[in-house]
């Protein structure tokens, strides 16, 4: 059975991702207590569902903190375990539900939104590093359901290379394992021809390509990567995310990330492309 666990900061979309699961097929849970999960999974596993999503996040109380024990249980017995982990910066989250006019679900009366969402990201820290995490910051619905059906429709076996690019004009991504900057690089941005096209068009990936410390750089990424690789591999680690990043997200960071996916696919290593300003 194919179990995906849910989880994550109020207001980063773990309902979008939810009824992108629902939509796919899977029979979904919403706001499971964690000590409930091992059995509310083994009984619908006996009642024949065979792909299921449940919800568990800090709503469920104390016991979240037992999730770590509760996963490595369920994957002992055999379950198709894969844990989906949704975050956000705060700002993006103030501004979220300062537009829906939601209460947080640690406010008291005695904490400012701020404080429940830092509190929050405390409590959940344990459980961010059990799977795979999106920072939903600058995502909009439309990309994180794209991102959450490419999630689902990936191979589940062995370890998943996703390459990023952003523009560190809008953050660095939250969900990023390393980040490279690759600014000092000459833009495309600064040619009339170039600016309008991204790092995926023919002529922009020339004019990086024709650069000596382009080719110089992505090899020392490169050779990075493939050094470390089989560390993570031994780790058993699901997902490993090397961000790479020039100021907008449109050109240089976008051609290294294609390039590095298409040298490591050739390899036969599973492997991912996220562009997060192009969404």
């Known amino acids: ?16 991702a939810l009824n992108v699961l629902e ?24 009642t024949g569902h065979d792909r299921i999503a449940l919800s568990v996040d800090v709503r469920g109380g104390g016991a979240l903190q037992q999730l770590p024990d509760i996963v490595a249980e369920l994957k002992a017995k055999g379950f198709d375990l ?3 982990f949704l975050e956000a910066k705060t700002d993006a989250l103030v501004k979220r539900f300062s537009e829906t006019r939601r209460h947080h679900p640690l406010s008291s009366g005695q904490r400012t939104l701020q404080e429940c969402i830092q509190l929050e990201r405390d409590l959940l820290e344990p459980v961010g590093a059990l799977g795979h995490r999106i920072d939903t910051s600058d995502l909009n619905p439309n ?3 794209a991102w959450i059906k490419d999630f689902i429709e990936f191979d589940r076996a062995g370890l998943t ?20 900057d ?11 021809n170039l600016r309008p096209l991204t790092g995926k068009d023919a002529a922009v990936a020339a004019f990086l390509e024709g650069d000596a410390n382009v080719q110089k750089m ?19 680690r699901n997902y490993l995310t090397i961000a790479v990043g020039c100021t907008g997200g449109q050109h240089r960071s976008v051609f290294f990330a294609e390039k590095l996916a298409a040298h490591f696919r050739a390899k036969a290593q599973q492997t991912m492309v996220r562009h997060r300003e192009l969404m």
Do not use: T
Not at 218 to 236: K, M, S, T
């Open 161 to 180: 290379l996703l390459f990023q690019s952003f523009g560190f004009k809008h953050g660095i991504p939250l969900d990023a394992d390393f980040v490279f």
């Open 1 to 16: 059975m194919q179990l995906i666990l849910i989880s994550g900061l109020s207001g980063s979309g773990k309902s979008v």
């Open 23 to 46: 939509d796919s097929g899977f029979y979904c849970v919403d706001n499971l207590p964690a000590q409930l999960l091992s059995n509310i999974a083994s009984f619908l596993d006996q």
């Open 143 to 145: 990309a994180l359901r």
């Open 182 to 192: 690759v600014r000092c690089l000459p833009n495309p941005h600064y040619d009339p």
């Open 82 to 84: 894969r844990l989906l």
């Open 218 to 236: 992505l090899g020392d990424i490169r050779r990075f990567v493939e050094e470390w690789l089989p560390c993570f591999i031994l780790d058993n």
